[in-house]
T-cell receptor
Framework: AQTVTQSQPEMSVQEAETVTLSCTYD???????LFWYKQPPSRQMILVIR??????QNATENRFSVNFQKAAKSFSLKISDSQLGDTAMYFC?????????????FGQGTRLTINP | NAGVTQTPKFRILKIGQSMTLQCAQD?????MYWYRQDPGMGLKLIYY???????DKGEVPNGYNVSRSTTEDFPLRLELAAPSQTSVYFC?????????????FGPGTRLTVL
């Protein structure tokens, strides 16, 4: 079974700083996807960024980028020029490629606070 | 396009009561999912469906039942509610194409069992 571990329960940075959230996962699969989801106080789950395991190039979405280390099974999220609206819970999640439904396995989350 | 909708937003149940959490999507997605999120934790999969008439258990199915009679709707039934079922419940849907596999989530239902 796959597991996802986020070792930082809480983080706090000043506005405009750069912050990196850590995630490690355990799998024997070779073809899979990794995701970062954001959950603001509204509770809505919002996809931040997605990485395909067979792509060596790290995914980027505006101020958000990942450092994907497949051999180390590490998938960290970097937020540049952090903004007050980035304050949220962030969840790392794993999805394997298989027939049938695409089931997500989530980490425990990191609570990120951006201070003015 | 409403996306994924869930009702109710909040509910308080007494131990032993039953209820159905409603979920609907208007994106014509084949795949639908139910997750629960306990305080301070990530989401865990309860049940999922790959199409009308087809459902299967996820990681934490005990105490729940589902049905999928249409592509749009995927209700979650709680029988004999217990305090351990106090949680926030999320419904999600996605396309069948694995290369376009973003799951779209509803706003959640906060359930308290007392």
């Amino acid at each position: 079974a796959q597991t996802v571990t986020q070792s930082q329960p809480e983080m706090s940075v000043q506005e405009a700083e750069t912050v990196t959230l850590s995630c490690t996962y355990d799998t024997s699969e070779n073809n899979y996807y990794l995701f970062w989801y954001k959950q603001p106080p509204s509770r809505q789950m919002i996809l931040v960024i997605r990485q395909e395991a067979y792509k060596q190039q790290n995914a980027t979405e505006n101020r958000f980028s990942v450092n994907f280390q497949k051999a180390a099974k590490s998938f960290s999220l970097k937020i540049s020029d952090s903004q007050l609206g980035d304050t949220a819970m962030y969840f790392c999640a794993f999805m394997k490629r298989a027939q049938g439904a695409q089931k997500l396995v989530f980490g425990q989350g990191t609570r990120l606070t951006i201070n003015p | 396009n409403a996306g994924v909708t869930q009702t109710p937003k909040f509910r308080i149940l007494k131990i032993g009561q039953s209820m159905t959490l409603q979920c609907a999507q208007d994106m014509n997605h084949n795949y639908m999912y139910w997750y629960r999120q306990d305080p301070g934790m990530g989401l865990k999969l309860i049940y999922y469906s790959v199409g009308a008439g087809i459902t299967d258990k996820g990681e934490v199915p005990n105490g729940y039942n589902v049905s999928r009679s249409t592509t749009e709707d995927f209700p979650l039934r709680l029988e004999l509610a217990a305090p351990s079922q106090t949680s926030v419940y999320f419904c999600a849907s996605s396309r069948q194409d694995f290369s376009y596999n973003e799951q779209f989530f509803g706003p959640g239902t906060r359930l308290t069992v007392l």
